[in-house]
Structure formats: structure tokens, C-alpha cells
């Protein structure tokens, strides 16, 4: 299918289009037309994906003399994945059009661990294994043992030819070419005209020169399911040194660098010497250096500098590599002191942390910013490929240069972190260990650069609502924002709140709820957990096929099912679907995620018990028979408990007006729309969304929910679990008669046939106009001798004929 948005022809690889793609892909042109930022929130399951694609595609093919690019930024390596399948079809569909995109490449970026060929490399179980493998194997000082793909491709230069590579199709040419994939995909980012990555590459200071040096501001940057990414630039930013890190630090870790350092000095001075005269002149030696190399994979092994140190000179007193050991080991010292003399949680401003630091090192603390890049300076100078082994004095030495990147005439500018002591780790209650973090409580820090630099950042996801939050978490304005309803013919959706107990008790009321406060009381907490296990029976006998149940948390679930255990539940349970549960262990998960779907195949039906912000809640989609109903137990807050997560909510209120309220509805409903949102794909696919709690169906909640779910709603959102359960009998009841898809041809699904059938015939320059209650407007190209028709709501008089 080919058709005109505006003046811009579009391919799509696909024999029907639904309505509120096109005015998708609409809202899209405009945004990309004012060159500004967009805010799109997609329907899930409404091919949000290859809409995106589509457009782009043939907005970059259109204005070609733009010689604009795609960064397309997802989350993880099945949502990349995916992305390059769609790609592949796209691709090949302007091939089938008539229109072949020439020169067109389109790589997919990712980790050593994803793309090595190299057996004793790849073999490695985790990823700092293979990194530290490969490099052994590539560096330019090892001269035993190395790795002949690598080679391979810096002796032949060899280029990746035009295409579309997703991870498998990447490593097949390495093989068949016997060169390294994981260095020709960086060869190939200068030429490459939509480029797949993890939020990562864009977002990670560390790591953002990879991509975005090769880009200039004209380049398009999507972040698809955009809803992760303030929690991402969290992440990137934030950082922490446990009792561990700072003992392995200061013991071993600057015992070896000690030694290294005085070995060089015995056996090559020279060495040292030339790396102190780079220093000299400055660390824009160094990025020259990088950039000249970039077109082979021997670049990598280059200085890899930061851009705002670019052009700055290190500080006299650190560029001897003995004075900055000694720099580095006062550091490691006052680090080990800090962490052991923690007995009580307390917070520091980033200007007192430092002001400490100053004292007790007797150091200038505007050479730390310095600290981080001069410590891989001279990892790579003493030839050091297990980079890894130092990774607990690179982490002390990345926030203190993360402190002093901020830190300029006795102040700090960005009152964006603060420093976090405490005498226990939240990650592990059971492990009686300090630490001390430093919290980034201001997303944008991560993603300010990208908004001030790119001229086109596209926000898109199907949980963004409500749309004004992301703006100002974000620091940018969308030129466009807009939240799109889901065209339906048949109510393939079925969102329910189920409020009460069988016996009309209000879940959520003092007696019922799945609040931390009733929790704690043993009689309520039996209570709820009855009133859920009364629903899930019901419900295994209803809903054919497989279940997917949400809890909020591990131990939340844990209490839950220890009782349904003692109380026969489970048995009762199993007697009509198998019961599988997400471990903590991503081995164990995926082996029940495997078995959970061979129940559903062979028409045994499953439950999958996991939990929101899990591994399953992400990521893994649960259509067709894998997911006829989601079930959500509870309000899936943050805990309220964590100190990170309190400092950056009073920030929040602080200086963008978000308060600590609006700000935790807005996260627990964003993570149960993306919980529910698994059982959707498509509108040929159907099932329930069960959300168990009164607070849901609070206008606070229920009124952050996309509109795609609100629609949906009607007047389910204060049932008891009798009514939940016999709404899911109807919904079933009714989804299990015949539906043909060719009745909703002209409605809510179009063909080229039914465009043709209501069109009329359109200059080329006619512009697409959507219709507010009816088909949206669409100008086609179209092989007989009309070449152009526009899809418009039927005439409300006498209907013209084509020759009229």
C-alpha cells in the first residue's frame, strides 16, 4: 500500500491501515515539518512501530537534499529486534512499490555480548567477561592471540553494504566475511541512515560520543516507549559505592596501579612521558586523534573524551601518572573512611560533600571533573585490557568526576544530585553493608543536550499520559503532543476496576486493601488476599488459555501465595490452569515464561504470577492465547521508604511544582497501563484488563489512564468481584462468535479497495486533513489511471458517481 501525507509519498508494508495510524503519522509530518520536538501517545497493539517507520522513512527519502537521519531509540534487545523486522519489511515493500531506496542502511548497535563471533569471547556469561576478553584480544599492544576477525576487517576494510541488519543478519556477515560485526556496525553509524540502539547511547555520558558525534542537529531522535525514559536518565546519572567497592578500591585495586606505575617507570619511561606531553597540550590532541581514526575499528581504541573536556588541558598536579596515583589513592581513602563511619541515613548537599572532601584530601576539588578520564588515560597507557578488574576504583573515580563536572567557582551549578548515605543497602536488607550514592534527581540533566542539540526529538509510547507530565520532567516543549483514542468495531478490550469483595466489602477500605498500612494487620490482609483468590478461581474457569497476574512487589506476592498455599488455593488453581511465577533469577524466569507458553499451545491454559516493574512487565508481549486477561492486585506504587526516590520527589515539588502525590498516581498508573497494556496487539487480538483495588477507580487514578484505556471504561470501574467475574463471561461470550474483519472495511480498517470505493480524485499538493468523527483524510497513489484519490466522510447528499 502507497499513499500521499501532504506532499510526502508513503509505503506501507501492509494490506490494511487502521485510522488512527494515519493520523499518527500525521501529527508526525507536522511536528518534523515545524522542526521541533513531538509527544505522541500510540495505542497499544495499533502498530505504533511500523507507523513510526513508515513515515520517516519517507520523509527522509522525500527531502533527501536534507540528508536528515534516524537514531531510533528502544529499550531492550527483543524491543530492538522487533524494530529491525519491521524495518526489513518496510524496506522490502518500497522494493515491491516500485520505489527502491538506494543506498539505504539500517544497523542495529548493541553490545560485545550481542554481536561477538569470536568463540572464546562470546563464551564469557557476563558482560564485563566479554568486554575484558575482547579487549585482551584487540589491543594495539597484543601481539599473542588475537582475534582474526578483528584483524580481518582493519587489513581489508571491508564495508557493510546497503541493507537493513538486525543483531542475527549482522553476525551471518561477519561469519561469512570472517570480520568482527560488533566494530563494522560503529564503521558503518557515519553512512548509516537509521541507526537502533538502547536509550543508552543517548542518554550515557559515558558511552553518547559513540553515536552522537557522527550526527548533526538535523538528525531525527525517536525514543519509542518513552514512558522509561526519565527512569533511564535516573539510572545513567545516578551512581553508587558500597562498603565493598571502597575497600577493593583502596586495597587492591590502587596496590596495582602503584606497582603498574613504577614497573612502567623501569621498563618504559618513554611511555609515560608521552602521555604526560598529550596531557600537556591539552585532551584536544586526544579527540582529533579519535575522530581521525574513526573510520576503522581501531578508533575504539583510542582516548575516548568527553566532549566538554575536549579542549581543556589536565591540571598540573595530575598528569604525572605517580602524582595522580597519589591523587586517586587520597580519594580511595577518604571514600573507604566515609563509608565505615556510616551508622545512620543522612543526606548531604553537593556543595557540603564537597567542601568535605576538600578538607580531608587537601586537594582542589575543580580537578576532579578531571579524574574519571585521566584514570582510563592511564589504564590505556600501562596496556591494562581487564579494565574490569579496576572497575571498584572506576566507580569512585566516576562520581567524583560527576560531582566536579558541576562544580565551578566555589558553587555548584545544577542542584540536580544529592549525595545519599546509608548504614544499609536497599537492594540488599539483608546484607548489613553502607553505602553512599550519588542521586541524580533531575532527569533532564541526562537529555538536556539532546533536546538543545537535535532539532527533532520524537517522545512516543502507549502509557505517556497525561501528556504534560514528560515536558517538564524532561525540560523540553513539544511543538506537537497529543494522546490518540483507539478506533474500535467490536469492544475488543475489556478494562473492569473491581472495588468490592464478594461479600461488598471496598477493597482499599480500612477492612480490605493492599496498602502498606492494612498489610501490616494480619486479619485484613487474609481478608484481601481471599477476596483476590475468589476472583482468580473464577476466573480460571472463564477465561480460556493463559492468565497474567501483577503483583506489586516480590514480597507482596511472596505473602500472598504463601496463604493461598496453606489455604488450598493454589490446588484448587491448578486444577484448571498450571501455575508459573517470575523469579528474581532471569534464568529461572525465562525457563517458566518458555513452559507458560507451551501450556497455553497445547490448550492446558497457565497463570504467570509476576510482578510490576519486574522482567515480564516490560518488554514481553502477551497476545493471542498467551493473554486473555491481566489481572493487577494492588496500586503499584514506590516505596515509600526509599530515600532517592523522596529526594527527587522533593525536588520535583521544589522547582517544577510536581508534587509528591501527583507524582506517585502519575508513576503507579503509568506502570499499571504498561502491566495491562501486555495483553493487546493488535485488534484482532482481545482480553481482559482487571485492575484490583478501590484507589483505581479514584478520579486521581482512573483519570491518568491513556485515553485509549478511559474509552474503554464506561461504567466498569465500580464492580464487585461477583460483577467482574460475570463481565468476563459476556466479554468471553462475545469474543468467541465469528467476526469477519471485512465488515469494519471504510470504518476502523482500510484497504486500498474501500479508499478507492469512497474517494475522490485529488491534486497531488491536496493536503491531508482528518476528519474529527469519521475517516480521516488520505491521498493515495494508485496503479490505474487515477493516480491520487482522497478517503472523505461520504457526502450527506445524493452520492456523485466518478465520471460526475
Not at 547 to 571: A, N
Amino acid at each position: 500500500m502507497k499513499f500521499y501525507i501532504e506532499d510526502v509519498l508513503v509505503c506501507f508494508p501492509y494490506e490494511y491501515i487502521y485510522p488512527e495510524q494515519l493520523e499518527y503519522m500525521t501529527e508526525l509530518k507536522k511536528g518534523l515539518d515545524r522542526q521541533g520536538h513531538i509527544l505522541l501517545e500510540m495505542p497499544s497493539g495499533t502498530g505504533k512501530t511500523i507507523s513510526l517507520l513508515s513515515l520517516l522513512v519517507a520523509y527522509v527519502r522525500h527531502r533527501k537534499e536534507d540528508r536528515r537521519r534516524v537514531v531510533y531509540c528502544t529499550r531492550t534487545v527483543e524491543e530492538m529486534t522487533k524494530t529491525m523486522h519491521e524495518l526489513q519489511k518496510l524496506v522490502a515493500c518500497w522494493e515491491r512499490e516500485g520505489h527502491p531506496l538506494a543506498d539505504f542502511r539500517g544497523v542495529c548497535l548493541s553490545a560485545r555480548k550481542n554481536l561477538c563471533i569470536e568463540p572464546s569471547v562470546a563464551g564469557a556469561l557476563h558482560l564485563p567477561e566479554v568486554d575484558a576478553a575482547c579487549r585482551r584480544k584487540t589491543a594495539p599492544w597484543a601481539t599473542e592471540n588475537r582475534c582474526t576477525f578483528f584483524d580481518t576487517l582493519e587489513d581489508q576494510a571491508v564495508e557493510l553494504p546497503c541493507g537493513v541488519y538486525d543483531l542475527d543478519t549482522i553476525r551471518d556477515f561477519g561469519e561469512s566475511r570472517n570480520v568482527c560485526p560488533y566494530f563494522l556496525v560503529r564503521r558503518a553509524i557515519p553512512t548509516a541512515n537509521i541507526i537502533v540502539h538502547s536509550y543508552l547511547y543517548m542518554v550515557d555520558p559515558s558511552i553518547s560520543s559513540v553515536v552522537r558525534e557522527h550526527m548533526d542537529e538535523r538528525a531525527i531522535i525517536v525514543m519509542d516507549e518513552g514512558h522509561n525514559v526519565d527512569d533511564v536518565c535516573i539510572e545513567a546519572m545516578s551512581m553508587v559505592v558500597t562498603k565493598r567497592d571502597a575497600a577493593e578500591a583502596r586495597d587492591q585495586n590502587m596496590k596495582s596501579l602503584h606497582q603498574a606505575v613504577d614497573a612502567m617507570k623501569s621498563t618504559n619511561r618513554q611511555r609515560l612521558q608521552e602521555e604526560y606531553d598529550q596531557l600537556v597540550n591539552g585532551l584536544a590532541m586526544s579527540r582529533a586523534a579519535q575522530r581521525a581514526g574513526a573510520e576503522g575499528p581501531r578508533a575504539e581504541q583510542q582516548l575516548a573524551v568527553p566532549a566538554d573536556l575536549a579542549e581543556e588541558a589536565v591540571p598540573g598536579n595530575i598528569r604525572q601518572a605517580a602524582h595522580f596515583v597519589t591523587f586517586l589513592q587520597r580519594l580511595s581513602d577518604f571514600m573507604f573512611r566515609l563509608v565505615n563511619r556510616i551508622t545512620r541515613p543522612y543526606v548531604a548537599e553537593p556543595l557540603v560533600f564537597l567542601t568535605k572532601v576538600k578538607e580531608e584530601c587537601s586537594i582542589d576539588i575543580r580537578h576532579l571533573r578531571f579524574v574519571s578520564e585521566r584514570l582510563r588515560i592511564l589504564l590505556n597507557t600501562l596496556q591494562v585490557a581487564e579494565s574490569h578488574r579496576f572497575r571498584h576504583i572506576s566507580n569512585i573515580a566516576h562520581m567524583f568526576a560527576t560531582l566536579g563536572m558541576h562544580f565551578s567557582d566555589d558553587r555548584f551549578e545544577r542542584p540536580g544530585f544529592v549525595v545519599v548515605c546509608e548504614p544499609h543497602d536497599p537492594s540488599r536488607p539483608n546484607v548489613p553493608d553502607p553505602v553512599v550514592r550519588l542521586v541524580c534527581v533531575d532527569a533532564s540533566l541526562a537529555v538536556r543536550n539532546v533536546f538543545g542539540f537535535f532539532k527533532s526529538v520524537v517522545l512516543t509510547s502507549g502509557t505517556l499520559s497525561p501528556l504534560d507530565i514528560y515536558p517538564k520532567i524532561l525540560s523540553f516543549q513539544p511543538v506537537v503532543s497529543k494522546s490518540f483514542r483507539m478506533t474500535l468495531s467490536r469492544k475488543c478490550i475489556a478494562p473492569v476496576i473491581v472495588t468490592r469483595s464478594s461479600e461488598q466489602t471496598q477493597l482499599g477500605s480500612d477492612e480490605l486493601s493492599s496498602s502498606f498500612k492494612v498489610r501490616l494487620q494480619r486479619n485484613a490482609q487474609e481478608s484481601v488476599s481471599r477476596a483476590y483468590a475468589t476472583l482468580l478461581k473464577d476466573l480460571a474457569q472463564t477465561v480460556p488459555d493463559g492468565i497474567v497476574c501483577f503483583f506489586t512487589g516480590y514480597q507482596y506476592m511472596s505473602e500472598v501465595m504463601l496463604q493461598w498455599h496453606g489455604d488450598g488455593t493454589l490446588d484448587a488453581l491448578a486444577q484448571h490452569k498450571l501455575i508459573f511465577v517470575e523469579t528474581q533469577g532471569v534464568q529461572e524466569t525465562s525457563v517458566a515464561l518458555a513452559n507458560y507458553r507451551t501450556a497455553c499451545d497445547i490448550g492446558r491454559g497457565a497463570i504467570f504470577m509476576s510482578i510490576a516493574r519486574g522482567k515480564i512487565a516490560e518488554g514481553i508481549d502477551f497476545d493471542r492465547h498467551y493473554g486473555r486477561a491481566v489481572v493487577m492486585f494492588g496500586v503499584p506504587f514506590l516505596p515509600p521508604t526509599d530515600e532517592p526516590l523522596r529526594q527527587r520527589m522533593q525536588w520535583m515539588e521544589s522547582c517544577l511544582g510536581i508534587s509528591e502525590s501527583e507524582y506517585r498516581n502519575f508513576d503507579a498508573v503509568r506502570e499499571a497501563s504498561q502491566c495491562i497494556g501486555r495483553v493487546l496487539r493488535n485488534k484482532t487480538d482481545y482480553g481482559m484488563m482487571i485492575l484490583v483495588d478501590r484507589r483505581f477507580a479514584l478520579n486521581d487514578k482512573r483519570k491518568k489512564f491513556p485515553n485509549w484505556i478511559q474509552q474503554c471504561f464506561k461504567e466498569n470501574t465500580n464492580l464487585s468481584v461477583d460483577s467482574a467475574v460475570s463481565v468476563a463471561r459476556n466479554f468471553f461470550r462475545e469474543m468467541a462468535q465469528p467476526w469477519d474483519h471485512i465488515k469494519d472495511l471504510g470504518t476502523t480498517l482500510y484497504n486500498i479497495d474501500t479508499l478507492r470505493s469512497r474517494g475522490l480524485e485529488a491534486p497531488q499538493e491536496l493536503s491531508y486533513q482528518p476528519q474529527p468523527q469519521d475517516a480521516p483524510a488520505l491521498v493515495l497513489e494508485l496503479p490505474d489511471d487515477t493516480d491520487r484519490l482522497v478517503a472523505a466522510p461520504e457526502p450527506t447528499g445524493k452520492k456523485r458517481s466518478r465520471t460526475e
